[in-house]
């Protein structure tokens, strides 16, 4: 029976086979032996061998092709939070960040000039701007006052949309979608369009995850990241999680070689029981700072209102004219100003630092006046 992927696919995906790097010919073959002369890669890493303690001296070759380890690690990591087993058809695979994955999504399922995805702005920029570079049309629903879906207006667009890009707990505004909205869309969409839940912040509100739901509707992924809560942005991991019968199209556009070695030794790190351990405990702090900070704003005047979070930032919309953000550039303190969408104009979103940096966060806002 074909599934929706299929039916979604575009003739050049679906007719494409996947490059066939040395080490995928390897892997597939099963073909092994005490010379590996099959990738070009020099024979040892001599120059640089004791660079790291000499912890590096395989640098020389290639890393896996789709680095099953780390993968594996975070379906373990999945099931701890879930509670229970990923559904057998689910696979993951390991990206480079949660934005290489939203850009392997829309080549994979859109064709340039004909398809279109659908987002809710106010919300995270990559999916449009993968779209935009990819020449794929971009529908537009933003999120209601509440910053929840507008679930009748996106089914009116769903004959039309391949993907559509969801965001929970979503960025700028903080907040986590209704799980009711979710489901009445992912019903509602079965026949016609994937669904993307950007999950990038869910270790700030892990019991609202939609990865249970993928067991009913293999038409839903599921966007991970280890640059947030796990606090990795530099080794560049993400995880894609997938219906095998989605799965099976994007993995043939996944790079030869995704993720450099450096990288999934650092990941493997994390995704140990002590690194997610350590990670839970820093969520943990991390949140007592984020609302201590939320309460001594709404002490401030100028603070017009702070909207509810379940993230590692805050979104703070300010009384009057000034530009807060710009103020805060002036004492040295960089924050972030929502790109022109007019439901957060003139807000001003702050990522959660350490208690110290929040202090002085604090104190800037205090001491301004106008
Ligand atoms: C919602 C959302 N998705 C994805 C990303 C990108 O994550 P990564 O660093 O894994 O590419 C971000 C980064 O800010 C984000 O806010």
Redesign the pocket.
């Known amino acids: 029976m074909s599934s929706l992927a299929d039916k979604l696919v575009p003739p050049a995906v679906e007719k494409l086979i996947p490059y066939q790097s040395a080490r995928r010919i390897a892997r597939q073959t099963g073909n092994t032996g005490h010379l590996w002369l099959n990738a070009n890669e020099l024979e040892s890493c001599c120059q640089y061998g004791d660079i790291d303690g000499g912890k590096n001296a395989h640098y020389n070759r290639y890393p896996d092709f789709l680095p099953h380890d780390i993968a594996a690690d975070y379906q373990r990591y999945c099931e701890q939070q879930l509670d229970g087993a990923l559904s057998l058809s689910t696979e993951i695979i390991a990206v480079r960040?949660?934005?290489?994955a939203i850009d392997l999504i829309v080549r994979t399922f859109c064709q340039p000039g004909h398809d279109q995805i659908l987002i809710c702005p106010p919300t995270?920029g990559?999916y449009e701007f993968c779209a935009d570079a990819f020449a794929v049309n971009t529908a537009i629903v933003p999120l209601l006052d509440t910053f929840q879906l507008n679930v009748d207006a996106i089914k009116k667009q769903l004959p039309q949309t391949s993907v559509v890009f969801l965001?929970s707990p979503n960025?700028p505004t903080g907040n986590v979608l209704h799980q009711n909205d979710l489901m009445d869309l992912l019903e509602a969409s079965k026949n016609t369009s994937l669904v993307v839940v950007?999950e990038?912040?869910i270790e700030f509100a892990p019991h609202t995850s939609a990865v249970h739901l993928m067991a009913t509707y293999p038409h839903l992924i599921v966007?991970r990241?280890l640059?947030k809560a796990f606090g990795l942005?530099a080794i560049?991991v993400?995880f894609l999680l997938a219906d095998s019968s989605v799965m099976s199209y994007i993995s043939r556009l996944v790079a030869p070689y995704p993720i450099a070695d450096p990288s999934a030794e650092i990941a493997q790190k994390a995704l140990s029981e002590r690194g997610i351990l350590q990670m839970n405990q820093q969520t943990e702090r991390l949140i007592e700072v984020r609302d201590w900070f939320i309460e001594a704003l709404s002490s401030l005047p100028i603070v017009q209102t702070i909207y509810d979070s379940s993230t590692n930032f805050v979104l703070v919309r300010f009384r009057g004219q000034t530009n807060m953000y710009d103020y805060l550039i002036s004492q040295g303190i960089v924050a972030r100003s929502p790109a022109n969408e007019s439901s957060v104009e003139g807000c001003v979103r702050i990522s959660i630092g350490s208690k110290a940096s929040m202090v002085e966060v604090f104190e800037a806002l205090k001491h301004f006046t106008e």
């Open positions: 960040g949660a934005d290489e995270y990559m965001c960025n950007d990038a912040y966007i990241t640059s942005a560049r993400g």
